[in-house]
């Protein structure tokens, strides 16, 4: 099993409102580079989907909820089919997105007890939850040239350092596609 954290982010980190939906001053910067730039499988998840299982967070959850579902495409077929575990303690109704399911308990213990690959998409405080216990495996980052200086950050200032290794690192569109795996530290 393995956990993969998919994320859009800029140049200088930022992973905050890639598409505009949280309505703030800089967001949508993703989708500035055009449809294509976001459209489909980026993130080079195949079989995982297939296999795998997604954890979101409740804001990410419901902003799919209402997107995915309508959609018939390959992929978006693919999303609709995976199993989905979301990571949530005020949501009790998930049955606007097929296959999802509220974690009961702690979302470590559920992370650790998964058999299946874990997909994390989005879902910020998910992903440094899980940073902070030490599960992230890979991260797949599609890097938008955009800078924005202010935003959530994937790796926080203040947090503890990340040795990541480089695992593969192609253009896609005006963005990169790059995938990281966890690596010692150093010596």
């Known amino acids: 099993m393995s956990v993969i954290v998919i994320e859009f982010i800029t140049l200088d980190g930022i992973v905050s409102d890639p598409d505009g939906s949280g309505g703030t001053p800089t967001g949508g910067w993703a989708f500035r580079h055009g449809p294509e730039a976001v459209a489909g499988d980026k993130f080079r998840l195949g079989s995982v989907l297939d296999e ?5 967070g409740r804001r990410t959850w419901e902003l799919f909820s209402r997107l995915w579902p309508g959609r018939d ?3 978006s077929t693919r999303m609709n089919a995976v199993p989905k575990l979301v990571a949530s303690r005020t949501l009790t109704d998930v049955s606007a997105w097929a296959n999802s399911q509220v974690i009961e308990g702690d979302l470590i213990d559920a992370v650790k007890r998964e058999e299946r690959d874990v997909v994390i998409t989005g879902s910020l405080s998910v992903v440094h939850t899980l940073m902070a216990a030490d599960l992230i495996d890979e991260y797949r980052l599609l890097t938008f040239p955009t800078a924005l200086s202010t935003g ?5 200032a203040g ?6 290794e480089c695992l593969s690192a192609e253009q896609v569109g005006a963005a990169v596609l790059a995938r990281y795996r966890r690596a010692a530290g150093p010596a």
């Open 52 to 56: 795998g299982v997604m954890l979101l």
């Open 73 to 75: 495409d390959p992929f």
């Open 152 to 156: 959530e950050r994937l790796f926080p």
């Open 159 to 164: 947090g503890p350092p990340t040795y990541l």
